[in-house]
């Protein structure tokens, strides 16, 4: 604890940045560090200053890894900047060309996938299409199949007359179902 009020202190009247560690016999750590700065900002400090690495060799690859994605990133986002157009006056000849090439690929690649969706888009409405005749067929159908049913009723029905006339014409007129008795017309 006194260290820690130590280190406050000198924080306060020297005005200067201040880092301290410590880690108790019982494994708890304690640390205090000036409210100007931050604990990676004094390490990374040390470093400059000192050219002392305090990890090993592992983290040390990943430090450079974590740089070479950082310069990276900061290149693509000038390279982004530049495909929007945005500050080329300072491009040379030969970086105009190389940019003028890469749109024209992207506007060839685009236009070939902007085809290749209009035509899945035409396949999918002519399938739409036939699915949509067929599914009318089938409406049709259905509406037209109780009409069937009630037209082949009544030409049956019509059929009978029509044979029992022929029938009554062909019989003698002595044998001839009279009007008067029409349960015996049922039988005939």
Not at 72 to 98: A, T
Request: hydrophobic letters at 35%; aromatic letters at 6%.
């Amino acid at each position: 604890n006194g260290i820690m009020k130590k280190a406050k202190e000198i924080s306060v009247l020297c005005d200067a940045h201040v880092s301290v560690i410590i880690f108790a016999n019982s494994g708890k750590m304690h640390d205090f560090c000036s409210p100007s700065t931050t604990l990676v900002d004094m390490l990374d400090q040390y470093h400059k200053l000192s050219g002392k690495r305090l990890w090993d060799a592992k983290h040390e690859h990943l430090d450079n890894e974590i740089n070479r994605i950082k310069k990276e990133n900061d290149s693509m986002q000038i390279q982004l900047r530049h495909l929007k157009g945005e500050d080329i006056s300072d491009l040379n000849y030969k970086e105009l060309m190389v940019l003028e090439e890469a749109l024209e690929n992207g506007i060839t690649t685009l236009k070939a996938k902007q085809m290749e969706f209009v035509r899945m888009m035409r396949k999918h409405n002519e399938t739409m299409e036939e699915e949509n005749q067929n599914l009318l067929f089938k409406l049709r159908q259905m509406h037209l199949d109780p009409m069937d049913d009630n037209v082949m009723e009544a030409q049956g029905v019509y059929d009978q007359q029509v044979a029992d006339y022929e029938a009554q014409q062909q019989m003698p007129f002595a044998f001839r179902v009279q009007p008067m008795q029409p349960n015996l017309q049922e039988r005939f």
